[in-house]
């Protein structure tokens, strides 16, 4: 399972290392998308589908489904690790998520997320003060399903 917490530098050319618990789960070959709230999304090639979750089975003549997945397959890029877990973000992942020297990367059990690490101290900042009141919500939602 992915979890935890980790930081990391990226260089001017966008080059960056997924930490290496991660890549022990990830592989050698991944795929970094768009993600929500201006984050980028980490996943193997082979749960690349996993993304794709609410939109699979869904009528290419929804609106909803063609727009998701333009934004998360529109959006990839496939991506190699080298030996030492590197690789390049590419300039258009970089400039949506507003990335500068300063990376975060976040396990999130079946994928990652990559933030810049200033927009992510904001962020968490943010989540820590409304969780009970977002976990509260959820927990509503849970109720009307049954």
Same mark, same amino acid.
């Given at each position: ?9 990226? @260089? ?7 930490? #290496?618990?991660? +890549?022990?789960?990830? $592989? ?50 496939? %991506?190699?690790? @080298? ?14 998520? #507003?990335?500068? @020297? ?9 994928? %990652?997320?990559?933030?810049?690490? #200033? +927009? ?16 509260? +919500?959820?927990?509503?939602? $849970?109720?009307?399903?049954?």
């Amino acid at each position: 399972m992915l979890i935890g917490q980790y930081e990391a530098k990226i @260089d001017k050319k966008g080059r960056t290392a997924i930490p #290496k618990k991660f +890549r022990e789960i990830l $592989g050698n070959n991944i795929i970094v998308t768009l993600g929500y709230e201006s984050s980028l999304i980490v996943v193997s090639e082979t749960q690349w589908q996993a993304l794709l979750e609410g939109t699979a089975g869904r009528p290419f003549i929804e609106y909803e489904t063609r727009e998701t997945q333009r934004f998360l397959l529109g959006g990839a890029a496939s %991506v190699e690790l @080298d030996s030492k877990g590197r690789f390049v973000l590419p300039p258009y992942l970089r400039e949506f998520a #507003k990335v500068e @020297d300063e990376i975060v990367f976040l396990g999130l059990s079946r994928y %990652v997320e990559i933030w810049d690490k #200033k +927009r992510w101290g904001e962020y968490r900042g943010n989540l820590e003060k409304n969780i009970e009141r977002i976990s509260s +919500r959820l927990v509503k939602k $849970g109720e009307k399903n049954e």
